[in-house]
Nanobody, 126 residues
Framework: QVQLVESGGGLVQAGGSLRLSCAAS????????MGWFRQAPGKEQEFVAA???????YYADSVKGRFTISRDNAKNTVYLQMNGLKPEDTAVYYC????????????????????WGQGTQVTVST
């Protein structure tokens, strides 16, 4: 069982930055693929970024060049640095963990992740 706890959300003006953190329980963190998804009001959940156990990284086109995902296996933590925030980035952001490996588009699918955090709200004002 893996528990995920997100932090770092909040209210920021457009163009600003936030860093989300996700602390994971358990000893096998370094073997898990980790991801971030988000869901805005009235919209479907969407993939944001993922980092595999190998260090391979995937981004949604909408955040590429603005967001950076990273992990610290010694701290069992994954981060999402968000720069150049836009109002359309407003959403609840969820941290996820996958026990099984993935490749390519599979790493962008919510069904591939086994554990989810409770989410942290990010609001970007104009």
């Amino acid at each position: 069982q893996v528990q995920l706890v997100e932090s770092g959300g909040g209210l920021v003006q457009a163009g600003g930055s936030l860093r989300l953190s996700c602390a994971a329980s358990g000893r096998a963190f370094s073997h898990h693929n980790m991801g971030w998804f988000r869901q805005a009001p009235g919209k479907e959940q969407e993939f944001v970024a993922a980092i595999k156990w190998s260090g391979a990284i995937y981004y949604a086109d909408s955040v590429k060049g603005r967001f950076t995902i990273s992990r610290d296996n010694a701290k069992n933590t994954v981060y999402l640095q968000m720069n150049g925030l836009k109002p359309e980035d407003t959403a609840v952001y969820y941290c996820t963990a996958a026990v099984s490996d993935c490749s390519g588009s599979g790493c962008r699918q919510a069904l591939g992740y086994d554990y989810w955090g409770q989410g942290t709200q990010v609001t970007v004002s104009t």
